[in-house]
C-alpha cells in the first residue's frame, strides 16, 4: 500500500511547557519511620515523580549512626542507592551501606583523573556488615560531601539548563549563587573530588549545577532534602516555561502528525526490524506523543537530531543519535536499507576514531531509535522493556533540546566522552555480570484462541522462556482476564491482546498491524483458535459446516496470510515459525464428527502447503495434534463434551475423562500444558530443521499415527 498517501491538520495539543514539580511528602506517611525507612520514602517519592527523574536514574544518600557488628561501637555508614537499582520502586535492600570513615581514607589511594577506574574496585573494601549491593560509580559524590543527606537527580529540567549554552548564565539568573556550576567531567571519584573542593571554596551553595549530569544538592534532614530538591526542580520548570512562551519549540512546525501514522508504524516496523542485523532479533516499541511528533516535525529538528543526546543516563539507552527517516519514502526498501546500512557505517567509524588500545569490541551498531517526521518514535532494543525505556529516554532528550535552545544553544555529549562512556571498561564488566538471556527473548508471537485453555498455556509457556505475545481472541472478556493475570505474572511490557474473530478477513488483518505496531513484527504464530461440533451426516447443516470450516480452515488460512509477510521480513534473522494447532481427528477418523474432523483435515493439508512456501524465506510450519484436552478447554465446557459422550454412549461427567484417559496407549490425561510444550519445541530453534511435521500429543493412539 502507499503509506504516505493521507494528510492531517497541524497537531493542535501542545508539548512545549514543563511541569512543575509539586512536594508529594506527608508527615502521617513519614511519622515513626527509621532514618533508614526515611531514606526510602524519600528516594521512592523522588523516583516516582517522573518531573523528578527517570526510570533507573538519579541517587540519593543518608549518612547514618549504625553500630559496628564486630567491635560494637557507633560508626557513620553511608547509605546510598547502589549500581542498577532505580529509586522510585527500590527497597532497602537496594542501597549500598559503606563505613564512611573507610570512603573518606580512600583519597590516600587517588592521584589523579586517571585513577578513576582504579578508585571503584576500593569501594567493595568500605562494604558494612557484608552488604551484597554493589556500590555505584556515584558513591563519591555523595560520600565526600559533608552534609548529611545529599540528593542527586536529574530531570529534563535540571538537564535542559545543564545543556545548553546558556545554562550557566541561567543558573546564576534563577538562583542568584544559591547553585553553583561545575564543568563536565565524566562520573567517578574525580568529579567527587572536584565537588568536593568546590563546596569548600563556595560554602554559600546550597546545590551544584553539573554541566551534563543534572543537579546534586543537600541538607540536614530527609523531608528537608526532599521539599529542597522539588523546590529546585520546580524553580527550573518555571524558568523554561517562561523562556518558551517567547519563541515556538524547535524552530516552529513544518510537517503535520500524520493521521495515519499507526498504520505507517506498522508497515515500516518490520522492514526496519528484518534489517537490523545481530546473533539475536530485536523487539519494537512505538510512540507518537506530543513530545515525538512536536519534535520530528519542527524546523530544527534534523539540525538538532544529529547534535545527539547530552545526558549520560540518555545516552547509554539510545546511543549519540539516532537514524532519521524520510516520512515519503517508508516503502522503499532499497532506501530502508541504505539508511540502516549507512547508520551502522557511521556507528563504525564513530567506534574507530574514539576507541581506547584497550577497548572492549565494538557492540551492536545497529540504531536503537529512530524517528520519522509526522509518525513519531521507534526504538529496537534486544526485549519490550529495553526498547520502550529507550523511546522514554529519547523523549527526555526531547525535552532537554527543547529547553535547553529556549535559553541558548543545545549542547550533545562530546563523541570522545560519549564513546568512553559507552565502552567503559567498569560498563562492559557489568555486562558480562548480566545472566544470558532466555531462549526466546527478542521473539515475537501471535497466539490466536488466546483466551482458552491451549492459548493460554501456549502463551504462558513463550513468555516463560522471554517471548512477547499478543493475545487474540473474540472473547472479549476472557480475553482481557488473561491479559490481566499475564501482565502481573510476566510483566505488562511482555503481553498485548487484540479482539479478534479469525472468520473476520478484516479483524485478522487489525490483529496483526496491531502485532507490528505493538512488538515490531512476527517471529511465531500460533493458530489456536477453534471450535467443535458432533452430529450425524443426517442432521449435520449446512450452516454448521460451514461454521466448522469457516474457524478451523479458512480461520487459519487468514491469520497464515496475514503472518506470511510480517515473517518474510525475518529471513535474514533465523526466520519464523508457525505453529497449527490440529487434532487427532485430523487424521483419524470420528463418528459424528464429519464436519469438524474434515475441516481440520483440511487444516493439517494447509499447513504442508505453507511448509513448501514458506521455506524459502526461512518460515516453518508445523502442526500439533492434540486429543481430549478436556481439563481447562472452553470447548469441553460447552455441547462438544455432551455430543461426544452421546457418540460413545457414555456419561458426560467424570466417566467422559475417563473413557478418554482408559483407551489411550499411556492411559493418561492430557492437559494445555502438554499441548504447549510440543507448541514451544515446534516455535523454538530446538526444532530449527522441522518443517512440514506432525507432533501427536494424545497419551498414544494408534488410529492417529502419522506414518
Request: one cysteine or more; charged letters at 20%.
Amino acid at each position: 500500500m502507499d503509506i504516505m498517501n493521507a494528510q492531517s491538520p497541524i497537531a493542535t495539543k501542545s508539548a512545549t511547557c514543563f511541569a512543575v514539580t509539586t512536594g508529594r511528602w506527608v508527615d502521617a506517611e513519614a511519622s515513626g519511620k527509621t532514618p533508614a525507612e526515611l531514606l526510602l520514602y524519600r528516594s521512592n517519592l523522588l523516583g516516582s515523580d517522573l518531573t523528578v527523574t527517570n526510570f533507573g536514574g538519579g541517587n540519593t544518600s543518608a549518612k547514618l549512626t549504625e553500630i559496628d557488628p564486630l567491635t560494637g561501637e557507633a560508626v557513620e555508614v553511608l547509605w546510598v542507592k547502589g549500581s542498577g537499582g532505580d529509586i522510585g520502586s527500590m527497597k532497602l535492600d537496594g542501597f549500598s551501606t559503606l563505613y564512611q570513615a573507610k570512603l573518606l581514607g580512600l583519597e590516600a589511594h587517588y592521584s589523579g583523573p586517571d585513577d578513576d577506574d582504579k578508585m571503584v574496585g576500593y569501594l567493595p573494601h568500605c562494604t558494612f556488615n557484608l552488604n551484597t549491593r554493589a556500590a555505584s560509580i556515584d558513591t563519591p559524590l555523595h560520600s565526600l560531601l559533608p552534609f548529611a543527606h545529599v540528593d542527586h537527580v536529574h530531570p529534563d529540567t535540571i538537564i535542559a539548563l545543564a545543556a545548553s549554552s546558556g545554562g550557566e548564565a541561567a543558573t546564576e539568573e534563577i538562583w542568584g549563587g544559591r547553585i553553583g556550576w561545575l564543568p563536565w567531567k565524566r562520573p567517578g571519584y574525580t568529579l567527587g573530588v572536584q565537588l568536593r573542593d568546590y563546596v569548600r571554596a563556595h560554602p554559600e551553595v546550597e546545590g551544584v549545577m553539573l554541566a551534563g549530569h543534572g543537579i546534586i544538592c543537600w541538607a540536614d534532614t530527609a523531608k528537608s532534602c526532599y521539599e529542597h530538591t522539588v523546590e529546585l526542580i520546580a524553580d527550573a520548570a518555571r524558568y523554561l516555561n517562561r523562556a518558551l512562551d517567547d519563541k515556538p519549540a524547535f524552530g516552529g512546525q513544518i510537517v503535520a502528525p500524520r493521521l495515519d501514522r499507526a498504520a505507517i508504524a506498522a508497515a515500516v516496523m518490520p522492514r526496519l526490524r528484518g534489517l537490523m542485523t545481530g546473533t539475536r532479533s530485536k523487539v519494537g516499541h512505538y510512540s507518537d506523543d506530543a513530545e515525538a511528533l512536536e519534535f520530528t516535525g519542527s524546523a530544527d529538528f534534523a539540525r538538532l537530531a544529529a547534535i545527539g543526546t547530552s545526558c549520560p543516563d540518555h545516552f547509554l539507552r539510545t546511543k549519540i543519535a539516532p537514524l532519521t527517516l524520510d516520512p515519503l519514502r517508508l516503502d522503499d526498501m532499497i532506501y530502508l536499507e541504505a539508511e540502516v546500512a549507512a547508520f551502522r557505517d557511521r556507528y563504525a567509524a564513530y567506534y574507530q576514531r574514539c576507541k581506547r588500545s584497550n577497548s572492549p569490541a565494538m557492540r551492536d551498531a545497529n540504531p536503537i531509535v529512530v524517528l520519522i517526521p509526522g509518525v513519531g518514535r521507534i526504538t529496537f532494543a534486544a526485549d519490550k522493556t529495553t526498547a520502550r525505556l529507550a523511546g522514554e529516554f529519547y523523549g527526555n532528550a526531547i525535552n532537554v533540546m527543547r529547553g535547553a535552545e529556549a535559553i541558548g544553544d543545545y549542547i550533545g555529549l562530546d563523541e570522545q566522552e560519549a564513546f568512553d562512556i559507552e565502552y567503559w571498561l567498569l560498563e562492559q564488566a557489568k555486562l558480562q555480570r548480566m545472566p544470558a538471556p532466555k531462549p526466546l527473548v527478542g521473539k515475537v508471537a501471535l497466539v490466536t484462541g488466546g483466551a482458552g485453555g491451549i492459548g493460554a498455556a501456549t502463551a504462558a509457556r513463550l513468555m516463560a522462556d522471554g517471548a512477547c505475545v499478543m493475545l487474540v481472541d473474540r472473547d472479549a472478556i476472557a480475553l482481557e482476564d488473561v491479559r490481566a493475570g499475564f501482565a502481573k505474572q510476566f510483566g505488562k511490557d511482555m503481553i498485548r491482546s487484540a479482539m479478534c474473530d479469525v472468520t473476520d478477513e478484516t479483524q485478522v488483518r487489525a490483529a496483526f498491524d496491531s502485532c507490528a505496531r505493538e512488538f515490531g513484527g512476527l517471529d511465531i504464530l500460533v493458530a489456536n483458535a477453534g471450535i467443535a461440533s458432533s452430529a450425524p451426516i443426517e442432521e449435520t447443516t449446512v450452516e454448521l459446516w460451514r461454521k466448522n470450516y469457516d474457524v478451523l480452515a479458512e480461520g487459519y488460512f487468514l491469520t497464515a496470510r496475514s503472518a506470511f509477510p510480517l515473517m518474510k521480513a525475518m529471513k535474514d534473522q533465523g526466520g519464523a515459525s508457525i505453529v497449527f494447532i490440529g487434532s487427532k481427528n485430523g487424521i483419524a477418523a470420528a463418528t459424528n464428527a464429519s464436519a469438524y474432523a474434515s475441516a481440520k483435515a483440511a487444516s493439517l493439508h494447509l499447513a504442508r502447503c505453507l511448509a513448501l512456501e514458506g521455506a524459502p524465506f526461512g518460515i516453518r510450519v508445523n502442526t500439533v495434534n492434540p486429543d481430549a484436552v478436556i481439563k481447562g478447554s472452553k470447548i469441553w465446557d460447552g455441547d462438544w463434551r455432551k455430543e461426544r459422550a452421546g457418540a460413545h454412549g457414555i456419561d458426560a461427567g467424570a466417566e467422559l475423562e475417563e473413557h478418554y484417559r482408559s483407551r489411550s496407549m499411556l492411559k493418561r490425561d492430557v492437559l494445555p500444558e502438554d499441548i504447549a510444550e510440543a507448541v514451544y519445541f515446534l516455535a523454538s530453534d530446538m526444532s530449527a530443521k522441522s518443517t512440514g511435521n506432525m507432533i501427536n500429543v494424545d497419551a498414544g493412539n494408534a488410529h492417529a499415527f502419522v506414518r
